[in-house]
């Protein structure tokens, strides 16, 4: 059964009921309408045994507040329990989240001498980078491993990004324009997972817990 007036639609499920709030018009015509529908409607089967409500919001965002005040006006029903609220709109912090994970390309092998591998966003290496291999990406390299052979991160121009590696012995380092040949810039041997990055127009290497000064972003990552 389907109960259709103006902005919202009741339809029944096999689960019990499904609330389709209209995404065009205001909050405020939602909620007096939601209050009308669920005070004066007639109809029985908004009475009776407790019915599951999911509640179907399309491509509008709401508040915690105002999610608080629907499930008010449905709970004026006793017999009516909010289930779900569901939403076709995310949060910045999720779209964020979204992105990375379609952009993050974990890779588990070898790369050898003579081979290339090439990635569009922040690569993750679980393995070695043998002298004469290379890797590319136009975002971060990060590889919990060897890097013995040649590595380019931000390959697009973006001098923001990273390359850190578990032990760190490459025969060139390039981060969006700028290169580096060890060890022109550093001579130490360091055992420690370390990285490099772009600042004041050269090349430096930092000790991996270092990152969060240099790039608080990644910084928050438990390495």
Known sequence: MTITKRNIVIKGTKDGLAFYLDDTCSLQELFDELEEKIEYNPQQFLTGPVIPISIKLGKRYLTEEQRVTLMEIVGRR?????????TDVIT???????????????????????????????????????????????????????????????????????????????????????????????MDTITEMEFAYITEGRMAIEKINQLYKVRPDLGQITW
């Open 78 to 86: 006793g017999n009516l329990l909010v289930k779900s609220i569901d």
């Open 92 to 186: 910045k912090q999720e779209a964020l989240i979204d992105k990375l994970s379609s952009q993050v390309k974990i890779v588990t092998r070898t790369v050898r001498s003579g081979q290339v591998l090439e990635h569009a966003g922040d690569l993750l290496l679980l393995g070695d980078v043998n002298p004469g291999g290379f890797v590319s990406c136009t975002g971060n390299i990060l590889i919990f491993g060897s890097l013995r052979g040649s590595a380019h991160a931000g390959c697009e121009g973006k001098e923001e990004c990273i390359i850190a590696a578990l032990e760190m012995d490459p025969i060139q380092l390039r981060i969006a324009n700028i290169i580096s040949r060890p060890p022109d810039e550093w």
